[in-house]
């Protein structure tokens, strides 16, 4: 996965963590979007190794 992309969302989990989803939102989907199969299936993995990232207080989780 590119350093961007991780970057992307990293962030985007800390403003969800904040209540800030607009702006989460605003953040991951290009890098989403703009993401081919490779990078794409490399997100999803991420995402589901990361979900308490989104969820958690846990200031461990950035």
Do not use: C
Not at 9 to 26: I, S
Not at 36 to 55: K, N, Q
Request: proline share 3%; aromatic share 4%; net charge negative.
């Amino acid at each position: 996965m590119r350093p961007s992309t991780l970057r992307a969302l990293k962030r985007a989990a800390e403003l969800t963590r904040q209540n800030r989803l607009t702006e989460a939102v605003l953040i991951a989907e290009p890098v989403i979007l703009t993401a081919d199969s490779y990078e794409g299936d490399e997100i999803l993995r991420w995402l589901a190794e990361h979900v308490t990232d989104f969820t958690s207080d846990n200031k461990e989780a950035r």
